[in-house]
């Protein structure tokens, strides 16, 4: 479905075409995580990318390719992630977990990414600990919403959780590695947890290119 003015359905979750954090942010992907079990698809999350349109400028480079082209394009994912414009992350839980299993998850994807680039030293594996704590103790009910925001001023990134009207639970990621490997588990071309989104965020990305 293009971006346009109505609302996005990802599987039953409903994701606004447009969000303001700091300003106005436009839904450029969206798509959901699921595994396979037992020739069953089981799906976790329903994930939708908010983004300034100022994207386009930082991503030139690419114009004229399709959709298909940049999302087999790693580079081209590295440049979404390193591009200097607000984003922010929604995630909706479709099937309860702990939030201690997402944050596993989170923690090893994020751990193994920075060891393969060398980049994994005390002042990260500290950082990471902090947001692996952050889940520790919720609990993933279907609707919960997790915010991961990344500013375009900084290279840090804020995390929410709300659930059920309850008091929304903040944390900071203030560890530029860190906060760009939590993009990259988003973000992160053909090694993304979200295969759907960056299919999408590519398709979109392309057309925009192609005006």
Not at 92 to 107: F, M, N, P, T, W
Not at 119 to 133: P, Q, S
Not at 154 to 166: D, L, N, P, V, Y
Not at 176 to 205: C, F, H
């Amino acid at each position: 479905m293009a971006v346009g003015s109505e609302t996005v359905m990802v599987d039953q979750v409903p994701f606004a075409p447009e969000i303001t954090v700091t300003k106005p942010l436009s839904l450029l992907g969206y798509g959901v995580t699921d595994i396979e079990i037992h020739f069953l698809q089981i799906k976790y999350n329903a994930i939708g990318i908010y983004m300034e349109k100022e994207i386009i400028q930082h991503l030139a480079d690419w114009k004229g390719k399709k959709g298909s082209e940049l999302a087999e394009d790693d580079v081209f994912f590295d440049a979404v992630v390193s591009a200097p414009v607000e984003k922010c992350f929604r995630i909706v839980v479709i099937k309860e977990i702990k939030g201690s299993q997402y944050g596993v998850q989170l923690e090893s994807a994020v751990r193994d990414r920075l060891a393969a680039i060398d980049k994994y030293e005390e002042e990260e594996e500290e950082a990471l600990e902090k947001v692996t704590e952050f889940f520790q103790k919720k609990y993933f009910k279907k609707d919960s919403l997790i915010t991961f925001h990344f500013p375009a001023a900084s290279r840090t990134a804020e995390i929410s959780f709300a659930t059920e009207g309850k008091e929304e639970a903040k944390a900071k990621v203030e560890n530029p590695n860190v906060a760009e490997m939590i993009q990259k588990w988003y973000l992160g071309g053909t090694r993304s947890v979200s295969p759907t989104t960056v299919k999408s965020l590519a398709d979109n990305l392309g057309t925009m290119l192609a005006q």
